[in-house]
């Protein structure tokens, strides 16, 4: 004789637990969802206020022109992309030629940091058209441009690390001057304390590899 079924029981009820509702649950809401969340917080004002904060920061970020490549210019357009374009963003521009070895690496370096940063302009022009009679000796060279004046007048590849450079070690060096490479999605405060943070945790980075690099030569003379 076959044994009875068990007869069928529901599951006991269990309360769905409520996502807490702090600082991280709005860091994950956009624009919309926050306006949406207007009388979620009226006995919370802390809470409230960094809700319209968040809103402010997500408006701010989207008004802030993005970019993402290195674009050539003419010299007819460098007062609209370099120029007037700083009032709203930081500018580097890019002063080449196609067959100095130097601007091919400092070009590809260039090309990454403007994937990276959004928020900043990266421009690229030849540099006759860009100043006549410009020496190949002061090759590659950037403009860097901020609030409609030149920051900074970069010449030579060496401050960048030389055949070595990379585009952390240009972003260093960019960085010393504002915060050139960062995010762009935060107030200035926050950028420019991302900014010096990349500069410090670069340097850290660049005097442990020169500790290795010495370290190495010492073991070959003992050798």
Request: proline residues 5%.
């Amino acid at each position: 004789m076959a044994p009875k079924p068990k007869p069928w029981k529901p599951d006991a009820y269990k309360p769905e637990q409520e996502e807490q509702k702090d600082t991280e649950w709005l860091d994950k809401k956009d624009e919309g969802e926050l306006a949406e969340l207007d009388d979620e917080f009226q006995d919370d004002r802390a809470l409230e206020e960094y809700r319209r904060r968040r809103i402010q920061e997500l408006q701010a970020a989207a008004a802030k022109p993005r970019f993402g490549t290195v674009e050539e210019i003419s010299s007819n357009e460098f007062i609209e992309k370099v120029t007037n374009t700083s009032e709203k963003a930081w500018v580097v521009c890019f002063l080449y030629k196609a067959s100095h070895a130097g601007c091919v690496l400092l070009r590809e370096c260039l090309v990454e940091l403007a994937r990276k940063y959004h928020g900043t302009r990266f421009v690229s022009i030849v540099s006759t058209s860009c100043i006549p009679n410009y020496p190949d000796q002061n090759l590659p060279t950037l403009l860097l441009y901020h609030n409609r004046s030149v920051v900074k007048h970069l010449v030579g590849l060496a401050q960048f690390g030389g055949a070595r450079a990379t585009p952390e070690q240009v972003a260093l060096v960019l960085n010393g001057y504002g915060p050139v490479c960062v995010s762009g999605d935060g107030d200035a405060a926050a950028e420019a304390a991302a900014a010096q943070e990349q500069v410090r945790g670069l340097l850290e980075r660049m005097v442990q590899q020169r500790e290795r690099e010495e370290q190495d030569e010492s073991s070959d003379f003992d050798d």
